[in-house]
């Protein structure tokens, strides 16, 4: 017989062609793609991981060199023997394959030259002001800060002989010349430096914005700008509502746990902006870890493919929701951006601004007991704390988050009793409205 018919199990030999990289396409018809079209595959090729559509989850320690020199190579780059810096993957304290595509898609978002991701918001503000200063330095911040932030300042950062001045986060450019000035004599007495200016925009509870404008001004008045870098948390509006970089920012921090998470089930953070302030973040990042791991980074890239969905459906709804809570008799007032009684605030949001954002403070007329009676009767909304997620959460700062806040600083910044704070979801918002017709309708 000359036509053999294969047995099973033998070899076919026909070898599987080797797979090649694809070269990445970031402009489409001449443009640059947007950010939510490049949320689905920059900085991944298929090709290199077996075809996987989706980026595989590098569980790994540590990364083989091709040979000795390259790995010579590599350490000549990391200890800044040769210019240029590291070249490739060695180690996961340093970098991963999840968490470098996490950092460049992250970029994208705030139009940012590079991208740090962190264990949590928290790991990423502390590494940053330690990155930031030296013993004598000072400190500018707006207030107030998330208050672990405003902790990790006035305590921690205190321990290191560095000191801060803080400023309303609403302060206008002549206001900002004053608390300048007082730093920079400050710093001169201590034998430091104004190394950082911190802001955070809109503040927690208060939602009052900064005018990232005039601070620049400010900052560039006062200080050289190269060797003060301003950043600011944009965990509340960002990435979505605001771009603080095209406002004059260096620096752009977030807790990924809030809206970029934004399915509570992660907790992580991130710094983005130029190279030249985040290579020196890096640098302490290398040292002392705290980068996200690689399951958390590889749910954050699940997160970024929906962030813009997400925020737009959270933003509608939370517009939706405060038109009918705006005259509700049970509801004293509304801190929501998009209802900005103040001239000035109005101002700010407007050049800064792209949206009101999910999360507001709802005054339910009465006091802690009324605002306990209309918690406690949320259908919908989970009683929690956090922020940005697919759900609705509402909580009661002066009873929770805030509740070691001295007296007098709550009444200063305005958390009072009844002050109910509401992050809202992607729900239906008929549903959303009805619920919270019914808790008011208990108080
Ligand atoms: C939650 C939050 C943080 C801290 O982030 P973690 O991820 O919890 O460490 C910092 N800033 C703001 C504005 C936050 O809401």
Request: charged share 25%; aromatic share 8%.
């Amino acid at each position: 017989m000359t036509d053999k018919t294969q047995d099973a199990f033998e070899p076919v030999d026909t070898p599987t062609p080797r797979r090649k990289p694809k070269p990445e396409v970031t402009t489409i018809g001449g443009k640059p793609m947007k950010p939510s079209t490049l949320m689905m595959g920059h900085g991944y090729d298929p090709m290199l991981s077996e075809g996987s559509l989706k980026a595989p989850i590098f569980l790994t320690s540590t990364f083989a060199f091709e040979n000795s020199a390259a790995g010579k190579r590599h350490f000549e780059g990391i200890t800044g023997k040769r210019p240029g810096g590291a070249e490739g993957l060695v180690y996961s304290r340093f970098n991963g394959p999840n968490q470098e595509i996490l950092e460049d898609r992250l970029a994208i978002w705030d139009g940012a030259e590079d991208a740090l991701c962190f264990s949590s918001g928290m790991t990423a503000i502390c590494v940053l002001m330690l990155a930031a200063c030296n013993a004598g330095d000072v400190i500018v911040h707006s207030g107030p800060l998330y208050a672990a932030s405003e902790g990790f300042v006035a305590k921690v950062m205190a321990k290191f002989g560095v000191t801060y001045i803080d400023f309303p986060a609403g302060a206008t450019r002549e206001e900002l010349d004053v608390v300048m000035k007082k730093a920079k004599a400050q710093a001169e007495a201590q034998g430091g430096e104004v190394p950082l200016i911190y802001l955070e925009s809109p503040a927690n509870p208060t939602n009052a914005l900064v005018d990232v404008e005039a601070v620049k001004e400010a900052r560039d008045a006062h200080f050289d700008p190269d060797r003060c870098p301003i950043a600011i948390d944009n965990t509340f509006l960002g990435p979505l509502w605001s771009r603080p970089l095209d406002h004059g920012a260096d620096l752009v921090v977030y807790s990924l746990t809030k809206y970029v998470g934004g399915h509570s089930d992660l907790v992580a953070g991130s710094v983005s902006g130029s190279k030249r302030w985040i290579d020196a973040i890096r640098a302490l990042r290398n040292t002392m870890g705290g980068i996200a791991d690689p399951n958390t980074a590889w749910m954050l890239l699940r997160s970024l493919e929906t962030v813009e969905l997400r925020m737009q459906r959270a933003g509608e709804n939370a517009e939706k929701v405060c038109a009918f809570l705006k005259d509700h008799p049970k509801v004293e007032r509304l801190g929501y951006l998009g209802f900005i009684e103040d001239e000035r605030q109005q101002d700010i949001y407007n050049r800064h601004c792209k949206g009101a954002g999910s999360t507001f403070s709802l005054f339910v007329k009465g006091g802690e007991a009324e605002a306990f009676r209309f918690l406690d009767s949320m259908k919908i909304a989970k009683l929690a704390v956090s922020l940005g997620g697919t759900e609705t959460l509402a909580s009661l700062p002066a009873a929770m988050t805030h509740l070691s806040v001295p007296d007098e600083r709550k009444a200063q910044l305005g958390i009072t009793d009844n002050l109910v704070r509401v992050s809202i979801g992607i729900e239906d918002p008929d549903d959303l409205i009805a619920d919270f017709a019914q808790a008011l309708d208990q108080v």
